[in-house]
């Protein structure tokens, strides 16, 4: 594979919005929480993605409160409002460091709710809310994840203002059904690993090939850094970081995170050099 040749993701034709997203959260802020939409347009091109898609996408997230128009050296542009550097910062730890297995010893929490029908709404932003924590849903209103979870858990309750129809508990498992079975019921592990494992193979040999040739064109350096971003950055959240001897033997998520990382370390100081030429000078 020559290095001109473009990402093996390029014509798989993500969204515009969440290849945009990640451009925000990998590329823009690092550029000073500022995009000039021209230099955007044209970085973001070789990714599929072409000027109405990225205008489109960049109003969605204008709607969505965050950016907001700002020109800055002759430039038309957008910057980062506080509500996105907050959403954005608030997922770094999870898509940068990858999910550490939880210890078995430490135990489990378990959240129970009965939210009534009037307030369904709620209810229904609980469950999301528990889900995208990394909690697996056990059976009807219960929801189990490692015991570390228990703040985050409190907090995703008071804020709907539901701790008078919910209790949290923590513990350990004792008896009865064996427990990696319940685990592999109450998420979806198998899903999971599979996913790993389409990004193992999609990236795999791409960093093989770069790390063999030592070179890398810019344009495809900063290709493959935010295609590699976009195809991470959802993993993490699905991975509830269940203890590590609960999990298949050949588990994929720590070869995933290693190549992820191992990208990000090749990848990401071309990458952002390549996409500071499309910035204004100050």
Request: proline residues 6%; contains cysteine.
């Amino acid at each position: 594979m020559s290095t001109t040749e473009p990402a093996p993701t390029e014509a798989r034709g993500r969204g515009s919005r969440t290849v945009v997203v990640s451009f925000l959260g990998a590329v823009v802020r690092r550029m000073g929480n500022w995009m000039p939409i021209g230099g955007s347009i044209d970085l973001l091109g070789p990714l599929g993605l072409d000027g109405p898609s990225v205008r489109t996408a960049v109003f969605r997230l204008k709607k969505r409160g965050w950016l907001e128009s700002e020109s800055r050296g002759g430039s038309r542009g957008y910057a980062l409002t506080p509500e996105a550097l907050r959403s954005l910062a608030a997922g770094d730890e999870v898509i940068w460091h990858s999910r550490q297995s939880a210890a078995l010893e430490d135990g489990w929490c378990i959240v129970n709710f009965s939210v009534p029908e009037a307030e369904r709404s709620k209810r229904q932003q609980l469950r999301a809310h528990l889900s995208s924590l990394g909690f697996g849903n056990v059976g009807t209103a219960m929801w189990i994840a490692p015991a570390r979870m228990q703040a985050a858990a409190e907090r995703a309750i008071s804020e709907l203002g539901l701790a008078r129809y919910s209790a949290v508990f923590v513990g350990d498992h004792v008896a009865g059904q064996d427990l990696a079975s319940l685990l592999y019921e109450s998420w979806d592990l198998t899903g999971i690993d599979a996913r790993y494992r389409a990004f193992i193979d999609e990236f795999g040999p791409v960093a093989d090939e770069i790390d063999a040739s030592g070179v890398v064109d810019p344009q495809r350096a900063f290709t493959t850094y935010l295609t590699a971003v976009d195809g991470w950055r959802r993993l993490p959240y699905r991975d509830p970081g269940l203890p590590r001897e609960l999990l298949s033997p050949d588990w994929s998520g720590p070869d995933a995170a290693a190549l992820f990382e191992r990208l990000v370390a090749t990848l990401e100081g071309r990458a952002l050099a390549h996409a500071a030429r499309h910035w204004p000078v100050s």
